[in-house]
């Protein structure tokens, strides 16, 4: 599988133009990606997280900016400050929700047993609610040429389908999730449009299902020897990009996809190494700042008292936070280089837009919404990047 | 102005996505020229850069369409745009924003943990008396159950023993002028421990019994449980808990390995709330056996027995309790008259040990390190 990894996409040859047919092209530097991220990163340190706003809001400009359809790049015009404007209206409203959500909590300890559950399924809708309002807002903010893509359709009523379609796909054990996918996928693109070109989501559940079914009946057993886990991930997730390109339509232009099943395979293989890497160098941290703290402790005590006042002790607590946090920001580095520029880059470069002309004279339309979805998103921890 | 240098661009009018080829002149203002007519134009200090990729440059104007761009790929043109506009960066990202942001997010932070800190135990104090008594006990009927769980064992019910130890908790009781339900167990365990739940449960772990000498030290700690149900702390604690985790969390949001940050921040606010709740119960519990005409010592010294001498610990941030021995100091302090009746006689003293030797060997509970009285 090895001679997959190192892809092709900057050695290609540029195939003869074919009229009708454009390529997405992306321009971006790596170095100043990963310059960018690390960067955002330490800042988020330094900020004690509020910088995330703005890192992601970076991360976007680099990448929509650096993607260009035709020649023409894309533009994201949203801020850092209306993400933390959002956020911050998301607080308003989830802090008595919470407070509620505790309440209720207490009064569901009589009832005991589904206590919990419907509160759950409350938790998951909202998601789906901030997810749908979030890519609106991400959507309003992206323009091309000029003119700028909107939503409309209704984040309650996503939310209802998304809980409806989940259940099902439950219900069946997994196999209606490809038409789950097809159906919300539909529900988001047609309430989707470029300035007055309407978009659409013709990808079906069956064509989905029958080119992943048998990845989905490998990859259960594979978890008990891991090692192929990964692979099939990769090629079920090259496979659903495929799907999903193939089967937009924004007025009569179309998208192919020509992601091959292999193309992600070696990004997941890096970040699984990072990982592996930076946990390794956690742990060995770890053993060092207990050995001394454990040294430090000039105790008649047991064994496991020693250990418990090495670990109270305020130093050793600040190292072991400290090698936590790092490690932790830094597999969000690699994971924003490998999973979300590289995939990027590989996703959109296998991109050919069919019929760009229909495009052409495009009337400008649709209104600006506020990161309040976002805001939202972040507050669940369901942020997307 | 070099006459004949034709500047081009491509003008995109916000309105539709038609690339309009126009040439560039440079008068009052960026004039934009569609086939000899000007079309729009852009004062000078109004533009600016919208992003692009490196090699083209992409106007916006601030007082036009929020959408019109200008793009500008031949390099003299671009040289010419950025020696008119002299405004091209303004309000974009700078050093000077980044700054900002770092200041008024250390701002936002240090106020949050000032609120957590000073904020929240004022409202936990404020709020516990407030609430009903229901609403308590039944926090305390899951909390107990967890409680059950860590500490495994049953309770004991030897007649006998459970006389003696209803007739101490009842003498207690009225002395500490408890006008709470309370409902007190003993509980098979061998964890030297005691602790008090929410609605006036309180537990006494057989461990402990087995730990102790005399009546005096077990009325001292079940004095300070009583400290915790009639001062209501298992509720502040858990209005304290939920509002340092809400504030914590909302500081910290999404950072990745955000969640061990909050646990790691709110270990240490809630010991810090705990060791001022654990020395207003020992302030309890002096002036109970004081009342009762007993010295709280025995029970200062039951405390260093279980813990160990205190030589070579430090207090730390992380310390849900005061040290014992500084406890232990507290409760010798008082050398007031203790003539008082002996609260249990030998013959009870005796059952209230063995109360839980009816009892079929239960499974016994795990070593526990957090002493929690």
């Known amino acids: 599988m090895n001679e997959t990894v190192s892809l092709p996409f900057d050695v290609s040859p540029v195939p003869p133009p074919i009229p009708g047919v454009n390529r997405i092209a992306f321009s971006g530097r790596r170095a100043d990606f990963r310059r960018l991220v690390i960067r955002g990163t330490a800042l988020e340190l330094v900020t004690v997280g509020f910088y995330r706003f703005w890192l992601a809001t970076d991360m976007r400009r680099h990448l929509w900016s650096n993607t260009a359809v035709d020649g023409d790049a894309a533009e994201y015009t949203g801020t850092g400050k209306e993400l933390l404007i959002g956020f911050l209206f998301a607080l308003a409203i989830l802090a008595p929700i919470y407070l509620a959500y505790f309440l209720v909590g207490l009064e569901a300890e009589r009832i005991k047993a589904f206590a919990s559950l419907p509160l759950g399924v409350f938790f998951f809708l909202f998601a789906q609610f901030a997810i749908y309002r979030a890519r609106r807002y991400r959507l309003t903010r992206t323009v091309w040429r000029g003119v700028r893509f909107w939503m409309t359709g209704s984040g309650i009523s996503y939310a209802w389908r ?175 280089i490998y999973l979300t520029r590289d995939v990027w880059q590989r996703v959109v470069e296998s991109i050919t837009v069919q019929n760009l002309a229909a495009a052409d004279n495009v009337k400008a339309q649709g209104h600006l919404v506020s990161a309040l979805g976002e805001g939202f998103a972040d507050s669940l921890d369901i942020a997307g990047f | 102005m070099v006459l004949g240098a034709e500047h081009t661009a491509v003008f995109l009018d916000g309105r539709s996505n038609r690339k309009r080829n126009v040439t560039l002149r440079f008068a009052g203002g960026l004039d934009i020229a569609e086939e000899g007519t000007v079309v729009d134009s852009w004062p000078y200090d109004q533009v600016r850069r919208a992003d692009s990729p490196p090699q083209t440059l992409r106007l916006r104007c601030a007082t036009a369409l929020p959408l019109a761009r200008l793009e500008v790929s031949d390099a003299a043109t671009q040289g010419a745009i950025t020696a008119y506009c002299r405004s091209l960066d303004v309000g974009g990202a700078s050093a000077g924003q980044t700054w900002r942001i770092v200041f008024w997010s250390l701002a936002a932070a240090a106020s949050i943990l000032l609120l957590a800190f000073f904020g929240i135990p004022f409202a936990a104090d404020r709020l516990a008396p407030m609430l ?115 504030l914590i969390g909302l500081l910290f949001g999404d950072v990745t390995g955000g969640s061990a940050v909050l646990f790691v921040g709110r270990s240490l606010f809630d010991a810090s709330y705990s060791r001022d709740q654990e020395r207003a119960a020992d302030a309890f519990a002096v002036d109970v056996m004081r009342k009762l005409g007993r010295s709280p010592k025995p029970f200062g010294d039951l405390l260093v027995r279980v813990t160990g001498s205190d030589a070579d610990k430090s207090l730390t941030l992380l310390s849900s309790h005061p040290m014992s021995e500084d406890r232990l100091a507290l409760m010798s302090k008082d050398t007031s008259a203790r003539e008082g009746p002996e609260l249990l006689s030998a013959a009870e003293w005796k059952a209230l040990k063995s109360i839980c030797s009816s009892l079929a060997k239960g499974e016994p509970g795990t070593a526990g390190f957090k002493i929690k009285w």
């Not at chain 2, 006008?179 to 061998?190: F, G, I, M, Q, T």
């Not at chain 2, 502040?236 to 509002?243: E, F, H, P, V």
Request: include cysteine; aromatic fraction near 12%.
């Open chain 1, 162 to 336: 998304a809980g409806l379609w989940v259940l099902f796909a439950i219900v069946t054990i997994g196999f209606a999730a490809p038409w789950a996918k097809a159906a919300l996928e539909r529900y988001k693109m047609r309430h989707t449009a470029y300035g007055d070109l309407q978009g659409r989501f013709e990808g079906t559940g069956w064509s989905l299902f029958k080119q992943t079914w048998w990845m989905w009946l490998l990859l259960w057993p594979s978890f008990l020897i891991l090692i192929p886990v990964p692979f099939i991930l990769a090629a079920i997730r090259a496979t659903e990009w495929r799907w999903w390109t193939s089967g937009i339509r924004i007025g009569d232009v179309g998208f192919t996809c020509k992601l091959n099943d292999s193309a992600l395979i070696g990004l997941y293989w890096k970040v699984i190494g990072w990982s592996v890497l930076l946990f390794t160098g956690l742990g060995a941290w770890f053993g060092v700042v207990f050995a001394i703290g454990y040294q430090s402790v000039s105790a008649s005590v047991s064994e496991e008292q020693k250990f418990i006042m090495a670990t109270q002790k305020l130093p050793v607590l600040f190292a072991l936070g400290f090698g936590y946090i790092l490690v932790a920001l830094a597999v969000g580095v690699v994971i924003r």
């Open chain 2, 132 to 246: 009903p008594l229901s609403i308590e006990q039944r926090i305390g009927g899951a909390v107990e159950k967890q409680a059950a769980f860590m500490f495994g064992g049953k309770t004991c019910n030897g007649a006998e023993g459970q006389a003696a130890f209803t007739k101490l908790v009842d003498k207690l009781k009225t002395a500490g002028g408890i006008d709470l339900p309370l409902e007190a167990h003993v509980v098979s365990s061998r964890v030297p421990n005691a602790y008090a739940l929410p609605g006036g449960k309180v537990y006494l772990l057989d461990g402990l019994l087995k730990k102790a000498d005399k009546p005096d030290e077990i009325a001292g700690v079940l004095a300070h449980e009583l400290g915790h149900v009639q001062h209501r702390d298992s509720l502040r604690k858990i209005i304290q808990t939920g509002g340092t985790s809400f």
